[in-house]
């Protein structure tokens, strides 16, 4: 059903279709022919409307039949220090899965959320998911200092590098200049927290894998 509804909107939302493709030919050009950029594309649809479903499903998904994880050692070790972990992740696969990080490994689980202003009650509804799924929330305004005290009791922090505005970095990103986030590394350097990468991959069908990164390094050099 959701790739159907994806197919659809591949059909017919040609606005973002063509932005979509505007992008995929932007990374790929150079090595990849036109017909494989839109089949691509068409996949690309296909697998948001697959996360539509899975969003909707959220509250009766059994995270241990649809999810493995790779690299939980990495995040056990990061947590045997006693300050907590900051998972870094980003809007890639089926993101909203990741509230059954607290589930998946049986420690509590924070998430900062940014709040959706112009939509409110869909925002109600999502939220309500995530904490069914097993996500604690944190609004990134006023819940700082919940952020700081989480990492304290040795929690771990769910936050995105991927949208980083007027305030992100610009790094390199298919080559062209890209806004990433840099919140989590400066936390991640005041407070002597450990930051796992993490991304979730679709591997077929409903089934995925959340990849966990070993803790970054950091070197202190005096500019933050």
Known sequence: ????????????????????????????????????????????????????????????????????????????????RGKGVILLAMHFGSWELCSFVSKLLDHPYKVVVNPQKRYSKLD??????????????????????????????NEMVGMVVDQGGKTGNLVKFFGRDASMSIGAMKMGVKLDVAVCFCVLVREKGPHHRLIMGPPLEFKKNGDL
């Open 124 to 153: 109600d509804l999502l939220n309500s998911y995530r904490e069914q799924a097993g996500a604690q929330l944190l609004n990134p305004g006023t819940g700082m200092r919940e952020f700081v005290r989480s990492l304290k009791n």
């Open 1 to 80: 059903v959701g790739r159907m509804i994806g197919f659809l909107g591949y059909c017919f939302d040609h606005r973002h279709r063509s932005l979509a493709y505007a992008n995929l030919k932007i990374a790929f050009a150079r090595e990849k022919k036109t017909s494989e950029i839109k089949r691509i594309c068409r996949k690309v649809f296909e697998n948001y409307g697959q996360n539509l479903i899975e969003l909707l499903y959220l509250p009766k998904i059994d995270p241990n039949k649809y999810i493995t994880i790779e690299g939980k050692e990495h995040v056990a070790q990061a947590l045997a």
